[in-house]
């Protein structure tokens, strides 16, 4: 083997993809984008690139986000997308066709799963596997998943939260629910509109949450102030928003999340609900960034709750520990369709 890789794992997001290549580590990040130009069906752009084009193209260029709440929406262009990802690090393994390792959302058919595995051969894999998130996320996260005690994991990403129990290396309860960091920037977006009659696109509505985003009103206010086009004059406007309000605005989306929690807490077995009381539940994905949102969800259920280490990458640090132990965990994570 050498110097090439012939593995390399993707976690594909709805925002965000990550590519992991064994002994290197993340050797990309980018937001999962792609813009296509519409007479000759081209894609023109993906990742970064594209992303700086959303709701700034002429007609003729469309931007998607080929994955809808963590699965394919739209073949073509998801399978450019795992090109273009496949062939950006192409120059770690020459000339090898890589085995492939994707996660996917738990709630996810098997009909979505093999679409993830063809578009990956399509786009240029020798060979693909995938994996179920949750699991990815708490391994990533470093809990011990083939330990007979119960760990809870809530990944919180862009188009779907997974909430898992694991114990012995396999969910034992759990759920995937469509809401998630896209769902508060779109409920920040309609606040604004509705408060202030200011129309603000998904980027800057995701800045705000970035910025300001709490889980619950606090006593100490931050502002963050913001531009967008009111919709009475049509013009360019500035307005000042606080943390508070923010709160406010994303409040359904985190009570949401807490009920998908609350309802794999009544599924589990009362042994590992004792298990997890002890040790809490780990909140991972990019939703654990939002500030005091574990402080919320510790309130509302009653049990501890922890944000993983650098929860961004718990997912593909996952794929990471799995690929370069694939013979350990094909038995056990991954399904062959």
């Keep these: 083997m050498g110097f090439f890789v012939n593995k390399i794992a993707i976690d594909l997001g709805t925002c965000n993809s990550l590519v992991f290549v064994p002994k290197r580590g993340i050797v990309l990040q980018e937001p999962s984008v792609v813009a296509v130009s519409k007479p000759e069906n081209k894609i023109m752009a ?9 709701g700034r193209t002429p007609e003729s260029i469309t931007v998607y986000r080929p994955m809808k709440d963590g699965v394919i929406a739209d073949y073509k262009v998801t399978q450019a997308m795992l090109r273009y ?45 995938v994996a179920k998130e949750p699991i990815l996320a708490a391994i990533g996260a470093g809990i011990p998943i083939n330990a007979s005690e119960g760990n809870m994991i809530i990944n919180v990403g862009g188009g779907t939260s997974e909430i898992a129990v694991i114990a012995l290396g396999g969910i034992v ?10 769902k508060m920037d779109e ?16 980027q800057s509505a995701e800045e705000i949450k970035i910025k300001i985003g709490k ?19 049509g013009l360019p406007r500035n307005i000042k928003l606080s943390s508070n309000e923010i709160a406010k605005a994303i409040n359904d989306v985190c009570l ?49 709750c922890f944000v993983a280490e650098e929860p961004l990458y718990c997912v593909v640090k996952g794929t990471g520990v799995v690929l370069e132990n694939l013979d350990l965990y094909k038995k056990s994570i991954m399904a062959k369709k």
């Design 85 to 129: 990802f496949i062939a950006k690090t192409k120059g770690f393994f020459g000339f090898v066709k890589p085995e492939v390792l994707i996660s996917v959302p738990v709630g996810s058919t098997s009909t979505e799963r093999r679409a993830v595995v063809e578009a990956a051969i399509a786009a240029g894999a020798r060979a693909a596997y």
């Design 256 to 304: 949401e999340i807490i009920d998908g929690v609350k309802m794999v807490l009544k599924e589990t077995p009362p042994e590992l609900s004792a298990d997890i009381m002890n040790k809490g539940m780990i909140l991972s994905g990019g939703g654990a960034l939002l500030r005091s949102l574990n402080q919320l969800i510790a309130k509302s259920t009653g049990v501890p």
């Design 46 to 54: 993906v990742g970064n690139e594209a992303k700086l084009m959303i």
């Design 173 to 182: 309860t759990g759920t995937s629910i469509r809401i998630a960091g896209d």
């Design 215 to 233: 889980a619950f009103p606090q006593k100490k206010e931050e502002f963050f102030e913001i531009r967008g086009r009111d919709l009475i004059s």
């Design 187 to 202: 409920k920040i977006a309609e606040f604004i509109k509705k408060e202030y009659n200011l129309a603000v696109g998904s």
